[in-house]
């Protein structure tokens, strides 16, 4: 058992944590957790559908390991991580009586570790919390770098702090009962760690990809691993995204263009956007001669080939009229000026921030695609 699980540390000096990553981390969390602990009491958030699979056994892991603890559970899905939510949650939170040393605990996917650890950076101005991320893309991606935040009518993630969380645990047993296209869409997260900062990454996950979405446990570890080690390197040399973070967002500004057309629902998930993101970035550095062609088309192939959709047709947004993508890149939150930054890629391991798009050429190729 413990030489399934593996250990890396985001070095943020005194805010720096560790993840730890294999299978059963929930059975062994009441553990891990005791020694960060000011005060023997946590509050567990989740949603219903987590709770059903994952609940009960972190609960007994808390207990057996003599620490107190309350749960409250949000509904599943986005709209959970609006203002009416989060309000009802804070205030569901401080009912249970919590002090600064009380501890949140986030056990579910992307939206409960934002909402959670939003609450955690506001209650009595700031408690500690801890990720128990589990969704594929929780583990590679949200649940480490301490951004948190919720969504208003206006646009996603506009309200929100950075706050890093004191140990993430990503249980990789709990992606047994994650739906397969969920995996998937995770699995577009990991693809873009080696699309833009390690070629060999990228070879390796041609081969294996398959393992690692059959949930085979060394391809998944390794998996899961290298994309933490990647963003928990990025995130220590930029925390508060000045610079080099901003490569994390390759495939986001298309895809945001997507998700915003499509209301953030389950008709596009943020991974599928991502991938579709990914390739048009790709396509687009193509045809302004930045990038290989061939390059480009290794991308389509193996999104293709794990399943992933790689065309707008294939999500029903074939013609999309290129002035409406526009306008939503133009509301993402990386606007300067009214001008739309880019990560494009040079080549297969390796991307840059183009700060000042051209919109003619943009304009142009968003014309075209299909
Ligand atoms: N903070 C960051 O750095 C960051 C980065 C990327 C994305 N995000 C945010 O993450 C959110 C998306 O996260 P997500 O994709 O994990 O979505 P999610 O949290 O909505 O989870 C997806 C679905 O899977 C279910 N689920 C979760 N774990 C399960 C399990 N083990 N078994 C069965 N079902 C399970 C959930 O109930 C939900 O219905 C978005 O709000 C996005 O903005 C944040």
Redesign the pocket.
């Known amino acids: 058992m413990a030489g399934e699980i593996e250990k890396l540390r985001v070095e943020l000096g005194d805010r720096g944590y560790e993840i730890l990553v294999g299978p059963r981390l929930i059975e062994s969390a009441g553990r891990e957790i005791l020694p960060l602990l000011r005060r023997r009491q946590v509050v567990i958030v989740s949603?219903e559908?987590?709770a059903r699979?994952?609940l009960a056994k972190l609960r007994d892991s808390l207990s057996a390991a003599g620490i107190v603890h309350h749960t409250v559970l949000l509904p599943?899905?986005?709209e959970t991580?609006d203002l009416d939510h989060f309000g009802r949650l804070a205030e569901q939170i401080l009912a249970v009586g919590i002090e600064r040393g009380t501890m949140l605990v986030a056990l579910?996917?992307?939206?409960?570790?934002?909402v959670t650890g939003f609450a955690a950076a506001t209650l009595l101005r700031g408690i500690d919390f801890v990720q128990i991320p589990?969704?594929l893309?929780?583990q590679v991606?949200?649940s480490v770098?301490g951004?948190?935040?919720i969504n208003t009518r206006m646009g996603?993630?506009l309200i929100g702090a950075f706050y890093q969380p004191r140990l993430v645990l990503a249980d990789t047993a709990?992606?047994t009962?994650?739906?397969h296209r969920?995996l998937l869409?995770?699995y577009a997260e990991i693809v873009k760690y080696g699309l833009i900062r390690d070629a060999e990454f990228f070879t390796w996950l041609e081969a294996a990809g398959r393992s690692v979405c059959d949930l085979a446990p060394a391809p998944l570890r390794r998996a899961v691993m290298t994309s933490c080690a990647m963003k928990a390197d990025i995130v220590a040399s930029d925390e508060r995204e000045e610079g080099d973070r901003a490569l994390l967002n390759f495939g986001h500004t298309f895809g945001h263009a997507l998700e915003t057309e499509t209301g953030f629902s389950a008709w596009l998930?943020?991974?599928e956007a991502v991938g579709l993101g990914m390739v048009l970035a790709f396509d687009f550095a193509a045809r302004s001669g930045l990038v290989a062609v061939a390059e480009s088309e290794r991308v389509h192939h193996h999104l293709d080939e794990m399943g992933l959709p790689t065309q707008l047709s294939a999500v029903g947004l074939a013609g999309m009229p290129a002035d409406c993508l526009i306008a939503h890149m133009s509301k993402d939150k990386k606007v300067r000026d009214g001008r739309i930054t880019l990560i494009l890629p040079r080549r297969i391991g390796e991307a840059f921030v183009m700060k000042d798009a051209p919109l003619g050429e943009l304009r142009d190729f968003l014309s075209g695609v299909a």
């Open positions: 949603d559908t987590v699979h994952c599943p899905g986005e991580k579910g996917g992307g939206v409960v570790g934002d589990t969704t893309l929780a991606d949200s770098g951004k948190t935040g996603k993630n709990t992606l009962t994650l739906p969920e869409a995770g998930l943020h991974g």
